[in-house]
């Protein structure tokens, strides 16, 4: 599975990868698990309050399209995207001579699975090391979304190097330093204050020494000198591309779901300043407003690639735009149970 989403091919001899990729089973089946809980709230709230108007048989009314609209906006998809989605919809089940809601429900899902399906699959490298830049504001997951890659990554028998590019926040190199560990991944750290181009030019002379597969780069989220971000984004992009020509082959940009339209405009700093390939979005768990996912897919124009269900290492899922909507409007049997 790692070796079809960073598209690095085949390698003969890596056994721990083919076993993982022998298993689609078990881990379609996790990421089916990981998407179900980390759509929990969404699922109890807004998404059931829209499934529920879908749930009768009764006639499609014009107030049906206004309430579905006005809870698509209350769930954070935005007033753009809902109003899109509601149009298609409405267009759809016209053209193919849908009456009732019930039959609705399942042309409104079709029209958010064809939103979110990624366009752009990842991109490819020429060669291992795969090269990640991640970036993102403060506080919105990256530090936490790099462990759980690494350690996903390592998982299916990937050497993995992560570096604390993020010399401005106190603690912080200390932080992904710990997380590596737990993960069980290679580390490389100056500590606060260094110089992030130097930790880079650090890393790229460790992944060559220990020949690793990936190489994932902790950046600085601060927002306030939006210029110096864009300079020093720009800088560590140069620093990567002059060793590895076509690196870093995936620049993720971390959106934490719980900030919802909000935190969609500041990450809008971050898409002017680097070349963003996808976005992770974080702390899904944390919210009943899991449409912001729609809002972003269709005002980036970017796919998601990762999904963060949970703070622990093991809670993060391979975002399936089927499997999301899927579970967003799965029916629940009972409340408050799992
Ligand atoms: N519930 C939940 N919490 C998360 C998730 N991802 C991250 N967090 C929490 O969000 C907080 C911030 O996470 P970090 O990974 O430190 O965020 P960051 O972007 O690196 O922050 P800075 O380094 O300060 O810019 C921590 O308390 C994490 O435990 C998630 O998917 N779900
Ligand atoms: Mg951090």
């Known amino acids: 599975m790692w070796r079809r989403l960073f598209g690095l091919g085949p390698k003969p001899d890596d056994n721990a990868t083919q076993a993982a990729a022998d298993a689609p089973a078990a881990n379609e089946e996790r990421e089916v698990a990981q998407l179900e809980t980390a759509t929990t709230r969404s699922r109890r709230g807004l998404f059931g309050q829209i499934a529920a108007l879908f749930a009768g048989g009764d006639p499609i009314t014009d107030a049906l399209w206004d309430d579905l609209e006005a809870l698509l906006i209350q769930a954070d998809v935005g007033v753009a995207t809902s109003t899109a989605l509601v149009r298609q919809t409405r267009d759809r089940c016209r053209r193919e001579g849908i009456r009732r809601a019930s039959e609705a429900r399942q042309r409104l899902i079709d029209e958010m699975v064809q939103l979110l399906e990624a366009r752009d699959p990842a991109p490819t490298a020429a060669r291992p090391p795969y090269v990640i830049l991640v970036v993102g504001v403060n506080g919105a997951g990256k530090t936490t979304l790099i462990a759980k890659l690494a350690h996903r990554l390592a998982d ?159 809670d993060l899922a391979l975002f399936d735009a089927r499997t999301f909507v899927d579970a967003l409007f799965r029916q629940e049997p009972e409340r408050g149970t799992t």
Not at 214 to 228: E, F, S, Y
Request: glycine share 12%.
């Open 156 to 314: 299916a028998g990937q050497q993995v190097l992560v570096a604390a590019g993020d010399t401005f926040r106190a603690a912080a190199t200390e932080q992904l330093a710990t997380w590596a560990e737990r993960a069980g991944v290679g580390f490389v750290g100056r500590g606060q204050g260094s110089d992030p181009g130097a930790v880079v030019y650090d890393a790229l002379d460790a992944v060559s020494t220990h020949q690793s597969d990936v190489l994932i780069i902790d950046t600085a989220g601060r927002l306030q000198a939006k210029h110096n971000l864009m300079r020093e984004l720009e800088k560590l992009r140069n620093i990567i591309r002059r060793r590895i020509a076509d690196a870093p082959h995936e620049v993720l940009l971390v959106i934490d779901a719980t900030t919802g339209q909000n935190g969609l405009s500041q990450a809008r700093a971050f898409l002017e300043a680097v070349d963003v390939t996808a976005i992770a979005l974080t702390k899904l768990d944390g919210t009943a407003r899991g449409g912001i996912a729609l809002a972003i897919v269709r005002e980036t124009g970017l796919p998601i690639r990762y999904i963060g269900t949970g703070e622990r290492l093991g």
